[in-house]
């Protein structure tokens, strides 16, 4: 059965049937088949392998014929709707979700500006949320990922959304001097949800603490040398009793725990301003770090975002110690290899930098001073500015290329694995049987399978023991001779098997297709207990072939016109029950 609804629900199924095949079903049961003119040789072209059948008789039908008719209708209309819907006729594939990309930056920039037009592999939008830090909530779940709410101040409105983001760009200090803000928590969350950021999230971990970066710095000095790497001195103090034992030499510059942006630095003269600093750093309750005082000429600034390099000389006029507060020339310098040997070698700490700047100071004893190392949250300066906001938006959708690439392969990978390991662990199927029967018809009507009716034919005649019987009488009537000496010794009334002893030339002659067929029937019923619905319909199928091939002699055209009616109006008993 499950093989016929398949084979129905197919839709070249309905498109091959022979002509005339819906409405012969409507034919009356009281003709059993139909003889064409005497005249009109037969014809055995395929295009003929149904009767005609005249419009009279298409009109006058039965209830029952109707009921076949109107069922078969329905089950083409059906077949043929599922083939449309069925993916033949479907439309295109629907568009693909963008990728959030979250902007951790102030409303000065709009990088939604920037990143608009630009796809992730050619194929996906990109979709732009930028907060700061203070707006930020986020919630992260070991298989959900990471849930970000923000609760943004747009045109003096308050609004609240939540996204799902697959990159973070980092363009703000995650703790904050200016504000007093600890916002390390987020960078934990994203960590926590797995959501890859540039730079890294450990990188940005690590910039929270300048001593912690400083460390890498230090380590640097020690492989390059300080001709290479001209690294300032610097004392680092866990708490400021640790200040009170081991002052430095003066005049000095103390900084006091995440200082940055010229924030939390303090130049210290002598002793007594030291002790005075270490009290601040007690009331802080916070580390502290202090270095030699450089008389600077001018400070440079190396930065590099991807492969694009630029150096920056910048030069105080308003004549304060800190060259980055106050008014300050700035001017662009040629990028030297000393500078690039600095950044590059910075660039390989904690993973991988992809955005970073090196600070220096030239003083005026001409020489040059690493003093600092900054992250992606480092201000871009110079006239060059809005070409460099470009050049990290390249390079953001350059790596969500790569991640979401090596995704897809993972997930490939991973779907050959389970697939191999599926046909390692199934046992081998055994190859499918051929059909047999009406299930054989339905592929000889279809034209699936070389033989047509007759091969259909001889496969129920070998299997079936009527057509075996069939064939014997058929064989003893070829001779004349023998069939009167049938006659003779076994009378009108006796049975057609053979006796015991005796020989097939003693059996009774051939009664007529109906009687042969209706005894045929009635003995398989009483032997055979009762079958569904799919083995009803091969006896009964199996039958009136038996009967069609006991009758008088007809054309094969007319064998192959019996049976397709047949094999329909048993379908249309099978499916109307």
Known sequence: MNFLRRRLSDSNFMANLPNGYMMDLQR????????????????????????????????????????SGGFFSSLSQAVKHTSVFGGH?????????PKVLLVIDDSKTEWAKIFHGKKVLEDFD?????????????????????IVDLQLVRNNTKVVRSIKPDF?????HALNMASGQDNRGILLGLQYGGVPSMN???????????????????????????????????????SHHAMQTT?????AVVKIGHAHAGMGKVKVENAQDFEDTAGLVALAKTYATSEPFVDSKYDIRIQKIGQNYKAY??????????????SAMLEQIAMVERYKLWVDTCANIFGGLDICAVKAVHGKDGKDYIIELMDSAMPLMGEHRDEDKQQIAELVIGRMNELLSAHEEVREDQAQAGAKAGAQASPVQAPMQQPQGCLQYILDCNGSSEGGIQKGAAAQTKSSPIHATDSVMTKDQQSPAKGSAQTAQNPPGSSGAPQKGSSPKTQQPRPSKRRSGSSASSSEQKSQPQLNKSQSLTSTLSTRESGAGIGQASTPEETKAESIRSLRMSFASLFSD
């Open 247 to 251: 002052p430095p030499s003066f005049p």
């Open 126 to 146: 990109i979709r732009v949320e930028q907060a700061e830090f203070s707006e930020l909530n986020l919630a992260a779940y070991v298989d959900g990922g990471c």
């Open 313 to 326: 000389m910048r030069t105080s006029i308003c004549g304060s110690w800190k060259a980055n507060t106050g």
């Open 28 to 67: 009356p049961e009281d003709q059993d088949q139909v003889v064409p003119p005497a005249s009109a040789p037969a014809s055995t072209s395929p295009d003929h392998r149904a009767p005609q059948i005249q419009p009279q008789s298409a009109q006058s039908t039965t209830p029952s014929s109707s009921t």
């Open 89 to 97: 006729g479907s439309s295109g594939p629907a568009s693909k979700k």
């Open 168 to 172: 973070v760009l980092i363009r703000q």
């Open 200 to 238: 890294s999230l450990q990188a940005a971990c690590a910039f929270c603490d300048k001593p912690w970066v400083f460390s890498q710095l230090v380590e640097m000095y020690k492989q390059l040398g300080a001709e290479k790497f001209p690294l300032i001195e610097q004392t680092f103090y866990s």
